[in-house]
């Protein structure tokens, strides 16, 4: 998921990568409620993506089974926690 929305960001340390992911979380929680749900991850994937519907099917595929898989507590939306913990590791 979050590996698509940005490109890895090389030479970048884990408390650079930390931020950024906190600066993307506001970024994608369009209505403020401290959460993500998996329609915000995929408008954010929409709006920021450019290619043909092949490849725009895919990115979204690909951001749905991040979100799934960042969503550690099963609720059926990220906290910044488990945002941050995805986004970091799948930068590192």
């Not at 990568?17 to 959460?35: Q, V, Y």
């Not at 595929?61 to 990220?78: H, M, P, T």
Request: hydrophobic share 35%; no cysteine; charged share 30%.
């Amino acid at each position: 998921m979050v590996s698509t929305l940005l490109t890895r960001k090389a030479g970048m340390g884990e408390r650079q990568r930390t931020a950024e992911a906190r600066r993307l979380f506001r970024k994608i929680d369009t209505n403020g409620d401290g959460s993500l749900t998996v329609q915000e991850v995929i408008d954010y994937t929409l709006d920021n993506y450019r290619g043909d519907s092949a490849e725009e099917a895919a990115a979204i595929r690909k951001a749905f089974d991040g979100f799934i898989a960042a969503d550690v507590d099963k609720s059926g939306s990220l906290d910044e926690a488990e945002f941050v913990q995805y986004y970091v590791k799948s930068q590192a």
